[in-house]
């Protein structure tokens, strides 16, 4: 061994050892996919960020966070077999443009790097966090909303059963169903994607070899609840009820 090899080697391993507790754990594996303590924080700081919630990160959403990250990881794979077309800079910009519509004092732009740099985040983490639930939603448009199909016939039952029952529940008068009809048709048709989707990740995630390493990080907590396409993107998706078809 060269002479200068030695001392090196010791050098190298005493500052591995310094640096050990710092390094990032690996808190969970989903097939070959690594998922880290650092991933969990940052996608619970995108929650409260979006969410639009004060204090600070608790254990509950810490486990919720990972739940999401499993369930994303199992789409990303399936994303890349299925393939679908790149993310262009103006649809991640339309995107960003409504996600901060929608969350208290990000309309300007330094209340959007106040609210980032409160969070943690940097541009560049959220542009790749947008960048995949754009991708998630244009595959999830493919695989599910194609194959979905909502029947006169759904729609005019949906109408006499609930819809116009809960406008009298409220004390206001239903407007006749050749208004509210594409309204209708179009909850049903998300409460019908969501139910395929529910479905199709359950079976991705029996068929798929999931552990967890952090017991402060439980898996068994994820596996009690079912999956949801919320799940899997930023913002929840805002099905239209009855009372609120009737206002479009």
């Known amino acids: 061994m060269n002479r200068f090899t030695l001392p090196l080697l010791i050098v190298a391993f005493c500052l591995a050892s310094l640096g050990a507790e710092v390094l990032d754990r690996i808190v969970a594996t989903v097939d070959r996919h690594a998922i880290t303590r650092s991933d969990v924080e940052q996608e619970a700081r995108f929650s409260h960020l979006v969410d639009a919630k004060q204090g600070s990160i608790s254990s509950q959403d810490e486990v919720a966070a990972l739940g999401r990250l499993v369930d994303r990881e199992l789409v990303a794979d399936q994303v890349a077999v ?3 077309a790149p993310v ?12 901060r519509r929608q969350i208290p004092g990000a309309q300007s732009e330094s209340g959007w790097q106040s609210l980032l740099q409160e969070h943690a985040l940097t541009e560049e983490e959220v542009d790749n966090r947008v960048k995949q639930e754009i991708q998630t939603f244009r595959f999830i448009d493919l695989r599910f909303r194609s194959e979905v199909r909502v029947g006169p016939r759904a729609i005019q039952t949906y109408y006499e059963t609930k819809f116009v029952a809960e406008m009298k529940q409220r004390h206001l008068e239903p407007p006749p169903l050749n ?16 139910a395929l989707i529910s479905d199709w990740l359950k079976g991705l995630r029996n ?36 009372s609120e078809a009737a206002k479009q």
């Open 82 to 84: 299925f393939g679908v």
């Open 88 to 99: 262009t800079s103006q649809e991640l910009q339309a995107r960003l443009e409504e996600m």
């Open 179 to 194: 208004k509210v009809q594409d309204q209708i048709e179009a909850i049903l048709r998300e409460e019908r994607v969501n």
């Open 207 to 242: 068929q798929s070899r999931i552990q967890a390493f952090d017991p402060s990080l439980p898996l068994a907590s994820i596996e009690k609840k079912a999956p949801d396409i919320s799940d899997l993107h930023l913002l929840p998706l805002h099905i239209l009820g009855p």
